[in-house]
């Protein structure tokens, strides 16, 4: 893995009509080595994108060994993704060094041969009151 990059941009990826990429820091979005990991919407960020556009969506997010996919950790949350909000995620997501630490009886760490699986289970929501986790200040 990267450790040595500021940031890390997966490919981009489509879930319920909308397309996301996942942006991990290695070093953490300040630098304190404790890895950040969010869920970026491409949507929000395109020129051609409405104002008033918006997906609300549940997700999860987990590093994972790429070898053994039951040595893992994961995060969730919701957030409704907008033109002004576009990512939304977790900066402090696990200690930098904590990814080479043997977790559980198994022995192996999350990093396995210099790699990291990076995973997100995403689900849009459908806003039919238009106001699902709107920010109202």
């Known amino acids: 893995m ?3 990059r500021e940031k ?11 397309k996301w990429k996942l942006l991990l820091f290695p070093k953490g979005v300040t630098g304190n080595n404790i890895v950040s990991v969010f ?3 491409v949507n ?11 997906a609300c969506s549940h997700f999860g997010l987990a590093l994972a060994n790429p070898q053994d996919k039951k040595i893992f950790i994961k995060k969730e949350a919701h957030h409704r993704f907008t033109t002004k909000e576009n990512d939304w995620g977790f900066q402090q997501f696990i ?11 198994s022995g192996k760490s999350l990093i396995e041969n210099d790699t ?4 997100a289970y995403i689900r849009v929501i459908k806003d039919t009151t238009g106001v ?3 920010d109202f200040s």
């Open 116 to 119: 990291l699986l990076v995973i």
């Open 132 to 134: 699902l986790w709107y």
């Open 95 to 105: 200690k930098t060094n904590d990814l080479y630490k043997a977790r559980g009886t």
């Open 44 to 54: 929000a960020n395109d020129e051609k994108c409405p104002d008033n556009w918006y």
């Open 39 to 41: 869920l970026y919407s």
């Open 8 to 18: 890390l941009f997966s490919k981009t990826f489509e879930v319920g009509g909308c």
């Open 2 to 4: 990267a450790l040595d």
